[in-house]
């Protein structure tokens, strides 16, 4: 796994790129901070195929999730935005452009991401 750092903190908004190898796929990840959200793509190759967006509500415990572009049955986006949404407690969209949608690959996607946060929380 590696991790490539992409700009800094100009005008509240910080880049950062990173990658990881799992199970047999190589995966790429960008984030971008903005004010008070966080945009994630996550996929193999340059495409913007499906992008939800998810965020916090006073009035129930599980994050509010919508997608936002691509074929609405498929829920990897929203699911994802609504688990970092969650964590992070703020408005996340997720851009997950990825064929492999199976649970156990999912789950090392957000294992990965949360490992990045980890390390580099002053980026997400």
């Given at each position: 796994?590696?991790?490539?750092?992409?700009?800094?903190a100009?005008?509240?908004?910080?880049?950062?790129?990173?990658?990881?190898?799992?199970?047999?796929?190589?995966?790429h990840?960008?984030?971008?901070?903005?004010?008070?959200?966080?945009?994630?793509?996550?996929?193999?190759?340059?495409?913007?195929?499906?992008?939800?967006?998810?965020?916090?509500?006073?009035?129930?415990?599980?994050?509010?999730?919508?997608?936002?572009?691509?074929?609405?049955?498929?829920?990897?986006?929203?699911?994802?935005?609504?688990?970092?949404?969650?964590?992070?407690?703020?408005?996340?969209?997720?851009?997950?452009?990825?064929?492999?949608?199976?649970?156990?690959?999912?789950?090392?996607?957000?294992?990965?991401?949360?490992?990045?946060?980890?390390?580099?929380?002053?980026?997400?």
């Amino acid at each position: 796994m590696e991790a490539a750092g992409g700009g800094g903190a100009a005008g509240g908004i910080a880049l950062h790129d990173f990658s990881g190898q799992l199970g047999e796929q190589r995966v790429h990840f960008h984030a971008m901070r903005l004010r008070d959200s966080l945009f994630l793509w996550v996929g193999a190759a340059p495409a913007l195929a499906s992008l939800a967006v998810a965020m916090c509500s006073p009035r129930d415990s599980i994050p509010v999730a919508a997608s936002l572009l691509g074929d609405p049955s498929d829920t990897a986006s929203s699911c994802l935005a609504q688990r970092l949404a969650s964590k992070t407690k703020k408005q996340i969209f997720v851009s997950y452009n990825l064929q492999n949608t199976d649970s156990n690959f999912t789950l090392l996607i957000e294992n990965r991401i949360k490992e990045e946060m980890t390390a580099f929380p002053d980026k997400f």
